[in-house]
């Protein structure tokens, strides 16, 4: 692997990261709370400088950062300007604005993309020779509006609907030439890149900024579906554990990206940033998570819950996600994910 797209799949990493951190940073200053450090990185600390009040470092692993604020860890603290003498209000906006931050620079990557490459729009560009869209008599300028029942508004929403009909008949109607017509075709398997494919291509229109913004919403929003998707077949166990890769796998696919060209290295880090936003957003213990849900306990009781039984399970919960981030790093050394 050339050093070189490494580095620039780390630095792609490390803007997420610091993206992330700035969003918890900048609320916590607004709320008024101290801040001890900025930190990029994890485990020894390589360098720092302090600033008025705040350390800013960069430690040895380049994977995670974190934002230390006085009182975070339950220790007492009677400063006003401590995170624990603030209101749960005040804690909730300042835990989720790092989640939001990963959204919207997802946003941001989505709408650079499609403001320089154009954005891919449900028009049939070519159709494959024997494909079973040539054979149901699709042609090239035909506007797909719909799949079955289901509205196609998008070339996503198009691509969705055949990887959900799988190997069924589906019914594909079509606008042309101001005449509507409507087409029968069964989706060609392609095992070996699990999805299902008709034999069609879109077209690609340029967009305005506007238009960019829009399409930065629509794949964060789509993408963020997908995911959720994805974790409730993990979970169900319908998803095997051999898809689920760890940092090794990020930094290879980047890699691979940055080798493919910036806008691919962009994709995959809007793709990147919409996966930490919704894995910091899960209610584990010691991630954004789970103090989110005491944010919002604390919010509908009334009070405050224990701070000591708080730090405990926090640490308990630290200790299994350094745990299980061992475990998938070990795994995707023996078993990496297939690119």
Same mark, same amino acid.
């Given at each position: ?40 990185? *994890?485990? %020894?600390? /390589? ?36 995170? !624990?003498?603030?209101? %749960?209000?005040?804690? @909730? ?7 939001? *931050?990963? #959204?919207? @620079?997802?946003?941001? /990557? ?32 035909? =506007? ?18 055949? !990887? ?5 008949? *589906?019914?594909?109607?079509? +606008?042309?030439? &101001? &005449? ?23 077209? $690609?229109?340029?967009?305005? #900024? ?10 964060? #929003? ?12 993990? #979970?169900? &166990?319908?998803? %095997? ?9 990020? *930094?290879?696919?980047?890699? =691979? ?8 290295? @962009? ?8 996966? +930490? ?28 819950? !224990?701070?000591?039984? $708080? ?9 299994? +996600? ?8 070990? =795994? ?8």
């Amino acid at each position: 692997m050339n050093i070189v797209y490494l580095l620039l799949a780390l630095l792609a990493f490390s803007v997420l990261i610091i993206g992330h951190e700035l969003g918890h940073f900048c609320v916590a200053k607004l709320n008024n709370v101290k801040v001890e450090e900025f930190s990029v990185g *994890m485990g %020894p600390k /390589l360098f720092g400088k302090k600033g008025k009040e705040t350390e800013y470092s960069v430690r040895a692993i380049p994977f995670g950062g974190y934002v230390k604020m006085l009182g975070e860890q339950g220790e007492e603290s009677h400063d006003e300007r401590a995170l !624990n003498n603030k209101t %749960p209000l005040q804690r @909730l906006s300042i835990v989720v604005a790092g989640p939001i *931050m990963n #959204f919207i @620079l997802a946003i941001i /990557l989505f709408g650079i993309i499609g403001y320089a490459s154009g954005v891919k729009v449900p028009v049939v560009s070519k159709v494959e020779l024997n494909s079973p869209a040539y054979t149901a008599g699709i042609l090239a300028g035909d =506007k797909i509006i719909a799949v079955d029942e289901a509205k196609v508004s998008s070339w996503d929403d198009f691509v969705k609907a055949i !990887n959900e009909k799988k190997d069924s008949q *589906m019914q594909i109607t079509v +606008l042309r030439k &101001n &005449n509507t017509l409507t087409k029968k075709l069964t989706p060609k398997a392609l095992p070996e890149e699990n999805r299902y494919i008709v034999g069609v291509y879109p077209s $690609i229109e340029k967009t305005t #900024f506007g238009g960019a913004v829009a399409h930065g919403f629509t794949e964060t #929003f789509s993408l963020t579906k997908e995911t959720f998707k994805f974790l409730g077949g993990l #979970f169900q &166990n319908k998803v %095997p554990l051999s898809g689920v890769g760890g940092p090794v796998s990020v *930094m290879r696919i980047s890699a =691979k990206a940055a080798e493919a060209g910036i806008l691919t290295l @962009l994709w995959i880090s809007a793709y990147i940033s919409v996966q +930490l936003a919704i894995f910091n957003l899960l209610p584990i213990p010691a991630l954004d998570g789970g103090w989110i849900l005491i944010s919002i306990i604390e919010i509908i009781i009334g009070r405050k819950l !224990n701070e000591d039984k $708080i730090g405990k399970i926090t640490y308990v919960g630290f200790v299994v +996600l350094m745990s299980l981030a061992v475990l998938v790093t070990i =795994k995707d050394i023996l078993y990496p994910l297939k690119l």
